[in-house]
């Protein structure tokens, strides 16, 4: 059954993001202005979302990887910070990112005199994502339970049903939500303390805390009958 399902257990499922090279490639912002006007949805996923599951060695600067290319590759400091500070959660489509991101290189492009242009070796490569999903052995049956199986799950566990869930649902809803929402109970001020947690501007690893800190918040709680 899957997740949301009124009365059944929660099935925790892990996740990895495949990347697909699209074989286009920008060189200066007007490029990549251009080529993000039609290139398909999933690469404004990727790239804002993608880094959270490749191997990092250290933090990463910026948190996508637009703003990142702007800085390390065309030097342009004014363009990497306006576009490092999306926050993709506060927007209600990919489309809508998209829209933001086009504005923010045009009016950089009509203050700029001069273009700047990357080397050969460090153009722009648009990636598209397509998830894999895996089955795992963890499930609970109790909202109680949560507080102490989110230590237990991996990392792209934790992307997979409190990120990349809300594209699945149309009501833009995590997956942990979602389940509540079908329990016997009142569950408002736990649903509540899920929204207020922006997973976007911290790492993986510090989400899956924050979460786990929330749980264990109100474990003590929670509806303790029924289907809770």
């Known amino acids: 059954m899957p997740n949301g399902t009124a009365g059944q257990p929660f099935f925790f499922k892990d996740c990895m993001l495949s990347a697909i090279a699209t074989g286009r490639r920008a060189q200066n912002l007007r490029e990549l202005r251009d080529i993000l006007q039609n290139i398909d949805a999933g690469c404004i996923y990727y790239h ?17 990887d637009f703003a990142a290319w702007c800085k390390h590759s065309l030097r342009d400091d004014i363009a990497a910070e306006r576009l490092s500070v999306l926050d993709p959660m506060r927007f209600s489509s990919l489309e809508n990112l998209r829209d933001e991101v086009i504005e923010i290189i045009e009016e950089r492009l009509s203050e700029s005199e001069m273009i700047p242009w990357a080397q050969k070796d460090q153009q722009f490569s648009f990636i598209r994502s397509q998830i894999v999903v895996f089955e795992t052995p963890h499930r609970i049956s ?3 339970e949560l507080a102490g199986m989110i230590p237990n799950v ?9 990120i990349d869930a809300r594209r699945r649902t149309g ?14 109970g009142d569950y ?9 947690v922006d997973p976007y501007f911290v790492t993986l690893r510090d989400l899956k ?3 786990a800190d929330v749980f264990a918040a109100h474990s003590s709680v929670l509806p303790t009958e029924g289907n809770a």
């Open 154 to 162: 991996s990392s792209s566990s934790i992307f997979y049903h409190f």
């Open 142 to 144: 109790k909202a109680a």
């Open 48 to 64: 804002f979302w993608g880094g959270r599951l490749r191997p990092l060695f250290d933090e990463p600067e910026f948190n996508n």
């Open 209 to 211: 805390a924050q979460l």
């Open 171 to 184: 009501d833009g809803r995590d997956d942990f939500t979602t389940w509540l929402s079908g329990l016997e």
């Open 188 to 196: 408002s001020s736990l649903v509540a303390a899920l929204a207020d």
